[in-house]
């Protein structure tokens, strides 16, 4: 069964750190893209980043943000840092298609998600 787990989101300061944390089931994280993604109410969910063996970033969130993944325990990794209030939204997680040369965070090709989890950014 495909599962994906989001955790560590919380309430930082601006200029903080948080680091969030997507545990993965049902498939190795080694074999597909993985990408996260954020939401706010009423707005679409955008792409953040995504990982397979390459990495790609969003102008957004490029030089804060750092995805990596762990192959032997099949977790994938959203450290970020110098935390704006705009980052406030919902996290989610998803696996994309099987591995391809070079990931987008594009949600249309996305199938399975994560509950997602809130990361807000207030003084």
């Known amino acids: 069964q495909v599962q994906l787990v989001e955790s560590g989101g919380g309430e930082v300061q601006p200029g903080g750190s948080l680091r969030l944390s997507c545990e993965v089931t049902?498939?190795?994280?080694?074999?597909?893209?993985i990408g996260w993604f954020r939401q706010v109410p009423g707005k679409e969910r955008e792409g953040v980043a995504c990982?397979?063996?390459?990495?790609y970033y969003e102008d957004s969130v490029k030089g804060r943000f750092a995805i990596s993944r762990d192959i032997d325990n099949d977790i994938v990794y959203l450290q970020m840092n110098g935390l704006k209030p705009e980052d406030t939204a919902v996290y989610y997680c998803?696996?994309?298609?099987?591995?391809?040369?070079?990931?987008?965070?594009?949600?249309?090709?996305?199938?399975?998600w994560g509950q997602g989890t809130q990361v807000t950014v207030s003084s």
């Open positions: 049902g498939f190795p994280v080694i074999s597909y893209d």
């Open positions: 990982i397979n063996v390459n990495t």
């Open positions: 998803a696996r994309g298609p099987f591995a391809t040369e070079m990931c987008r965070p594009h949600k249309f090709l996305y199938d399975y």
